[in-house]
């Protein structure tokens, strides 16, 4: 059972149960190493100050929002390191999503309203789909976005950069890197 928890802000960390079995899915595996000691350091950093972890990933084609069913799916050779060291604990939430964005077709939205967030922390990968079009949605009902661009892979780099460029100067999110946010608690 989950302790509400007190805060204005929650972490969102999208997509990081992943196979990568798909074109360019190498590459997006590489960058997502690159992204994984500071994300795994911010949810540490965000349950110290008892901000929310909401994990929203994609179902695989299991349409439960099971985590250990998703994450023994996903689970192999390449990205097990990844997903041993990321997976979701009984304290966190855990949500799928039909497509691109964690509020399209999920309980996101409520979740959020319920927990009373203002501000979302938003980590993962793609960076420049899931995490970008997340950004967007989240930006439309006014959440103040946080973006931290060493949390946040895209399969191409470039689009990445892009992709968080677009989330700073549109969305008006913070994207320092993740050491920069200060994570107090808010009341």
Request: proline residues 3%; charged residues 25%.
């Amino acid at each position: 059972m989950h302790k509400l928890k007190q805060s204005t802000r929650a972490l969102l960390i999208i997509d990081m149960i992943n196979d990568f079995q798909f074109e360019h899915g190498d590459q997006l595996l590489q960058h997502t190493y690159e992204i994984l000691q500071p994300l795994l350091q911010l949810k540490q950093k965000a349950k110290a100050a008892n901000i929310p972890t909401i994990y929203i990933n994609d179902h695989y084609n299991l349409w439960q929002a099971n985590f250990k069913k998703i994450t023994d799916q996903c689970r192999n050779r390449d990205n097990k390191e990844i997903i041993d060291q990321i997976e979701p604990t009984d304290e966190d939430f855990f949500l799928i999503k039909p497509k691109h964005s964690a509020f399209f077709g999920t309980s996101l939205n409520t979740l959020l309203a319920h927990l009373k967030v203002k501000e979302l922390i938003l980590t993962g990968i793609a960076g420049n789909i899931c995490v970008l079009f997340t950004a967007n949605d989240a930006y439309m009902r006014e959440f103040t976005l946080y973006c931290p661009q060493n949390c946040i892979a895209s399969a191409d780099i470039q689009d990445n950069k892009y992709a968080i460029t677009m989330m700073k100067n549109v969305l008006k999110a913070d994207i320092r890197n993740s050491e920069m946010i200060q994570l107090d608690n808010r009341y």
